[in-house]
């Protein structure tokens, strides 16, 4: 059964001044990963994105001049075929700031008929009263207030109660006891359905130990490069077994 797919990707910012802002590292490579397996799975989907983010299939479309040049037209042709049959049943969305994804989101979900949302994008926990125009480069120090911005993932099932949430949750340099008790607390105060708990490895992404975990605490260990497919197949076969009882 085709579902709806709201996957939120990238990072968020906030302005400091028309030229300053304070954000994340993210780049949304997870959320264009998984983006592209559930497409693969014939879902309709819908990717809600940070302006520099990627974006599904993008970055394989990249020359490597290293390479055999006929194998690597080859290797574009074909991609460019299975891509165009796939990317019918993808809209784009892309944001830049805080309260632009904090709109999107509400917007998606109260207008589409979304069957699961994935939150996968890093969104900022703090911002900055912003100040129009440009300050002042010529004080040796300049000191923000940073304020504490609402939680964009608590706020989803008060729009959309029956949505199956998918959560995100990144930690740092915790054992993976420590991760999976503070991600499943997480999924609980989020009502979240399902959360995938991240934590860095000496502050390596690319190294990061994963979990799916459930609600019931069913804690299931994967790989970077496992991860879209188990969390595309667990999430897809959990929403067919609530259907079904």
């Known amino acids: 059964m085709a579902l709806e797919v709201l996957i939120t990707s990238g990072g ?18 997870t959320g264009a990963l998984v983006a592209e397996e559930f497409l693969k799975h014939g879902n309709n989907f819908h990717y809600l994105y940070s302006k520099n983010g990627k974006r599904p299939f993008h970055e394989q479309f990249i020359f490597n001049p290293r390479n055999d040049f006929y194998m690597e037209v080859e290797k574009m042709r074909k991609l460019y075929h ?27 979900i109260t207008t589409k008929k979304i069957d699961v949302i994935v939150l996968a994008a890093a969104v900022s926990d703090y911002g900055v009263k912003e100040t129009q125009g440009k300050i002042s480069s010529n004080e040796n120090n300049l000191d923000l207030k ?35 008790e503070t991600a499943h607390d997480n999924l609980i105060k989020n009502n979240s359905d399902l959360v995938v708990a ?23 260990p994967c790989s970077a490069r496992e991860l879209p497919n188990k969390l595309v197949e667990f999430v897809s076969k959990d929403i067919n077994l609530s259907k079904k009882y």
Not at 203 to 210: E, M, N, P, V
């Open 146 to 180: 940073l304020i504490k911005l609402p939680k964009i993932i608590s706020e989803v099932k008060q729009y959309s109660p029956k949505i199956y949430q998918v959560g995100f949750k990144l930690l740092s340099r915790v054992n993976p006891e420590e991760l999976i």
């Open 198 to 220: 991240n934590t860095l490895i000496e502050g390596s992404f690319a190294d990061r130990k994963i979990y799916l975990i459930t609600k019931d605490k069913q804690v299931l």
């Open 12 to 29: 968020t910012i906030c302005k400091i001044d028309d030229v300053r802002h304070i954000g994340n590292f993210s780049s949304g490579s």
């Open 82 to 108: 299975q891509a165009r049959e796939l990317l019918g049943n993808l809209h784009e969305y892309p944001f830049l700031t805080f309260d632009d994804y904090r709109t999107k989101v509400k917007d998606l």
